[in-house]
Structures are given as structure tokens and as C-alpha cells.
């Protein structure tokens, strides 16, 4: 296929949670892109997904993560891969926001493939 004739379909949106913010950056068949940011002492659900992988990257602060049951952390260019039906959560334990990159790559990027296991909101 040539270059020219791709028609990548990007999307822009914003979405504000109780934990933070996340923006699309990019939807494609492929792939979807968010920049998520999770504000000083909060932490997203702890989740799975059936129909999708994810690759975090930092961008801003010092991410921990909680993948399976361990505890992790990551900082400014340092990255973590979700394999698909893994067990996740994105926590800021810092005073600082904390950005990073998620790529999501799979057959399905909705927000109804989110498995929720706890959630601090009391969303299901």
C-alpha cells in the first residue's frame, strides 16, 4: 500500500475521571493512543482487559504500577508492558501529577473492555 493512501481516522477527546484526565491522541483500526494523567494520591481501577494489550510509557513524575499483584515503579522514559488479561493499575503515590503514554494494541479499544477487580470509586 502506498503512503499516501492511508487514512489513519484521528480522533481528539478529552475524558476527566475521578483519578485524573486521559486524551486520545490517536484511534486507528490498529491502535489507540491516550495521554493519561493521574492526579497527586489517586489511582486508576485495577483491571483487566479480554480484548487488548497496553504499553505505558512516563512522561511526567514516577509511576507505580500494580501488574499481577507486584508492585512496580517506573520514572521519565521508562516503560511497562500489560499483556492482555493482565491485572493493571496506574497509581501516583507522589505530590506531583504524573503523565504517561499508553499505546493499546488488540481486535477492540472501547471503554467497555475494562474488567473492573477494585475500584476506589465505586464504579463497576
Known amino acids: 500500500m502506498e503512503i499516501d ?3 489513519p ?3 481528539y477527546e478529552v475524558e476527566i475521571r475521578p483519578w485524573g484526565m486521559y486524551e486520545v491522541l490517536l484511534n486507528s483500526p490498529e491502535c489507540k493512543v ?3 494523567t493521574v ?3 489517586q489511582k486508576l481501577s485495577y483491571q483487566y482487559h479480554f ?3 497496553e504499553n505505558w510509557t512516563v512522561v511526567k513524575g514516577e509511576l507505580t504500577i500494580i501488574l499481577d499483584d507486584e508492585k512496580i515503579f517506573r520514572k521519565v522514559g521508562e516503560s511497562v508492558k500489560i499483556p492482555q488479561g493482565a491485572k493493571h493499575r496506574a ?3 507522589t505530590d506531583e501529577i504524573v503523565q504517561f ?4 494494541t488488540g481486535t477492540y479499544f472501547g471503554e467497555e473492555d475494562i474488567v473492573r477487580v477494585q475500584d476506589d470509586y465505586n464504579r463497576e
Do not use: Y
Not at 503514554?101 to 493499546?104: D, G, L, N
Open 101 to 104: 503514554i499508553e499505546v493499546q
Open 51 to 53: 480484548h487488548r494489550s
Open 5 to 7: 493512501k492511508i487514512n
Open 39 to 41: 492526579a497527586p494520591g
Open 9 to 11: 481516522q484521528h480522533v
Open 34 to 36: 491516550k495521554r493519561i
Open 91 to 93: 497509581w501516583n503515590e
